[in-house]
């Protein structure tokens, strides 16, 4: 007879089951209810890296990095941002950072919450949004203008498609940028 090595069977035997097939009692049992689980798919705490942070009135809040050195967390506070303390948004203490220069702040490991008040906020995405794309604008059509001065002193046309005239309207900037 040939002695055959209990690893290599194909059939399931009480050597290859898993503990958790026989423990039914262990794998049904939870700690938290169906019910819990939808309202904390629906908050979003649990389903990104990083979680939404409650909104704070007056403020736009957003995650920062620690390490952009350059876009870094000091620069930004020149800018106006500032931390956001775990007592300012009931719900996200898990995500508290316990030691170090940011200890108390609301935290995910090299992320930090701030906010920005929301006037100073509609302001930067005013020039960043609006104001820098209508100078760079303008200087195109400057250059089409002179492009087509130059062609003219020889003799010669520049045709402007369709999207160049859409940058000759002004378009005014709206009045908020949400929070």
Same mark, same amino acid.
């Given at each position: 007879?040939?002695?055959?090595?209990?690893?290599?069977?194909?059939? !399931?035997?009480?050597?290859?089951?898993?503990?958790?097939?026989?423990?039914?009692?262990?794998?049904?049992?939870?700690?938290?209810?169906?019910?819990?689980? !939808?309202?904390m798919?629906?908050?979003?705490?649990?389903?990104?890296?990083? $979680?939404?942070?409650?909104?704070?009135?007056?403020?736009?809040?957003?995650?920062?990095?620690?390490?952009?050195?350059?876009?870094?967390?000091?620069?930004?506070?020149?800018?106006?941002?500032?931390?956001?303390?775990?007592?300012?948004?009931?719900?996200?203490?898990?995500?508290?950072?316990?030691?170090?220069?940011?200890?108390?702040?609301?935290?995910?490991?090299?992320?930090?919450?701030?906010?920005? $008040?929301?006037?100073?906020?509609?302001?930067?995405?005013?020039? &960043?949004?609006?104001?820098? $794309?209508?100078?760079?604008e303008?200087?195109?059509? &400057?250059?089409?203008?002179?492009?087509?001065?130059?062609?003219?002193?020889?003799?010669?046309?520049?045709?402007?498609g369709?999207?160049?005239?859409?940058?000759?309207?002004?378009?005014?900037? $709206?009045?908020?940028?949400?929070?």
């Amino acid at each position: 007879m040939e002695a055959v090595d209990e690893r290599l069977k194909k059939e !399931v035997g009480a050597s290859r089951r898993s503990r958790e097939s026989e423990d039914r009692a262990v794998t049904q049992r939870r700690d938290i209810s169906d019910d819990d689980r !939808v309202s904390m798919f629906r908050q979003q705490l649990f389903n990104d890296a990083l $979680p939404d942070i409650p909104e704070i009135p007056g403020y736009h809040v957003c995650w920062l990095t620690t390490t952009n050195p350059r876009d870094n967390v000091h620069r930004r506070m020149q800018l106006g941002y500032e931390p956001v303390k775990a007592d300012e948004v009931p719900g996200i203490e898990y995500a508290t950072i316990k030691t170090g220069e940011w200890a108390g702040m609301v935290g995910v490991n090299e992320m930090l919450a701030f906010k920005l $008040p929301l006037d100073l906020y509609n302001k930067y995405m005013k020039e &960043a949004h609006h104001d820098a $794309p209508m100078r760079e604008e303008a200087s195109l059509t &400057a250059q089409a203008d002179a492009l087509k001065e130059q062609a003219a002193k020889i003799g010669s046309t520049v045709i402007e498609g369709d999207g160049f005239s859409d940058l000759r309207r002004h378009i005014a900037a $709206p009045q908020s940028f949400g929070t």
